[in-house]
């Protein structure tokens, strides 16, 4: 039993060569896993960053307006014990100086109708809503712009006195501070965004392996490795798909083989029969001048079809080997030129185009089925496409390509992948009235002996522009058996 080989990477979701072109192409499961991740982590990012900075924003300033409404306070009761009713404004300086000093803290002084200003403020740049509010002997504090800086400004009506006080605290600190918090917010959102998207990806690639490994079974059981079975994957739910996925694969292999083994025992059976009537005919054939007119055209037909009776027969032998995964290479040494020259005799002449270097070309086959397979392709062309005009060989280094071209009507796009499916013969087959004695399993041989070499086989337009198909199988230099 073959267990699947697991891939290092896999994508997500295959594509559809027959999808619009125009239409978008949607993002796999893999990517779109990573994606949620990502996008939950930027909104928990920016969340957390967002409630940060408000509540640091409103810890910073409430700090900042206790402390200063409270020297604020300080400094009014200190400035009313000294003042004096016959004070005048040249008094306030002295006074002012022996009040609190805090750096970024300014004062301003009203009594009566005089102002004693700040080094870098003037009456002129209070608040007018906190002046008015003052001119009711009612204190309070207001966040205003000075100069184009935040500033706070706190207001104190001196009671015992025509007098106020104001003292203006400077929160450019506290928007430098707020303004680097933001910046580090920011940087760290990012940060966890991609943290979040690789953390994604990761769980994604751990949570789709068992995918991918259903996926490279499937494959390998629909490339004839019938025999591919799921591992255990120490996970109850997943233990589940795969014991589902095995009890699927070993029915379907039970039944290809079965089907199989009734194919070769049909065709088996079909042998002794056939041989006998062989031989009959053979009989008949030897009288054939005895015969009269009606009978020499009926043994004709008998002959005829017993012929193609016989490789339907043998076709269907070598065919049930395949799906038996009975089928194995005889390997050798193929010198190519030689291989094709005696292959294409029989055929009739055939053009073979070698490249210059290529003269003494070896490749590793099997000679049986490599020479079954150009002949495949050879009668296919003298079938359907007015004969073979040309064999064309072509080496790369890694191996070789074999191109068979004719100068039939070609073969329709829709229908070159069918024509190598069993009894299909395309649009121009199948008239039996036409002298059409194939049996329909020709290029089913020759897909399944190319694979069985490791290579691959299509059918193109003719590169020169002129009617006509053109065959190609690539074949490795050193083949090995893929079943």
Do not use: C
């Not at 269907?316 to 010198?335: C, K, M, N, P, R």
Request: cysteine-free.
């Amino acid at each position: 039993m073959a267990a699947v080989d697991q891939p290092e990477d896999g994508q997500d979701v295959p594509a559809d060569h027959h999808a619009d072109e125009s239409r978008p192409v949607p993002l796999g499961l893999r990517a779109r896993i990573s994606l949620s991740f990502a996008v939950g982590g930027l909104l928990v990012s920016v969340v957390v960053a967002g409630a940060t900075l408000v509540l640091t924003r409103r810890q910073l300033i409430d700090s900042r307006e206790s402390a200063a409404a409270a020297v604020a306070v300080s400094n009014a009761t200190r400035l009313s014990n000294q003042l004096t009713h016959d004070a005048s404004i040249e008094d306030l300086p002295a006074i002012a100086d022996s009040l609190t000093k805090i750096e970024g803290f300014q004062r301003l002084i009203r009594l009566g109708d005089t102002w004693l200003p700040a080094p870098e403020l003037g009456q002129e740049d209070l608040p007018p809503l906190l002046l008015q509010q003052l001119s009711d002997r009612v204190a309070g504090q207001q966040r205003a712009s000075l100069s184009g800086q935040p500033h706070l400004v706190v207001g104190i009506p001196l009671a015992a006195f025509d007098a106020d006080y104001f003292a203006v605290v400077d929160l450019a600190d506290v928007d430098d501070t707020l303004g680097n918090l933001q910046i580090v917010l920011f940087g760290a959102s990012i940060f966890a965004t991609i943290i979040a998207a690789v953390f994604g990806a990761w769980v994604s690639q751990r949570t789709l392996r068992p995918l991918r490994r259903v996926r490279s079974a499937a494959e390998a059981i629909a490339g004839g490795r019938l025999d591919t079975r799921l591992e255990p994957q120490s996970d109850p739910d997943l233990d589940r798909l795969a014991d589902s996925f095995n009890e699927m694969a070993r029915a379907l292999e039970e039944r290809i083989l079965r089907d199989a083994r009734f194919a070769s025992d049909v065709s088996h059976e079909l042998r002794s029969p056939l041989t006998t009537l062989k031989a009959s005919v053979g009989v008949l054939e030897a009288r054939r001048e005895e015969l009269s007119d009606r009978s020499q055209t009926a043994l004709t037909l008998l002959s005829d079809d017993l012929d193609r009776f016989t490789r339907l027969v043998v076709d269907l032998l070598e065919i049930s080997g395949y799906d038996a995964g009975a089928a194995a290479l005889d390997l050798s040494e193929v010198q190519v030129s030689q291989f094709l020259t005696a292959t294409t005799r029989g055929t009739g002449p055939v053009p073979i185009h070698m490249p210059g270097h290529a003269g003494d070309l070896v490749i590793t086959a099997d000679k049986r089925r490599l020479a079954r397979l150009i002949s495949n392709l050879l009668e296919n062309a003298n079938r359907y496409g007015d004969g073979a005009t040309s064999i064309i060989v072509d080496e790369d280094g890694a191996g070789i390509r074999i191109a068979v071209e004719d100068s039939g009507p070609g073969i329709p796009e829709e229908e070159r992948a069918a024509i190598f499916e069993r009894f299909s013969r395309g649009s121009s087959g199948g008239r039996r009235g036409g002298g059409d004695s194939g049996t329909g399993l020709g290029l089913s041989l020759v897909i399944e002996d190319v694979r069985l070499h490791g290579g691959r086989v299509w059918v193109e337009d003719r590169p020169d522009g002129k009617p006509g198909a053109r065959f190609v199988v690539e074949l490795p230099t050193a083949a090995e058996s893929q079943l």
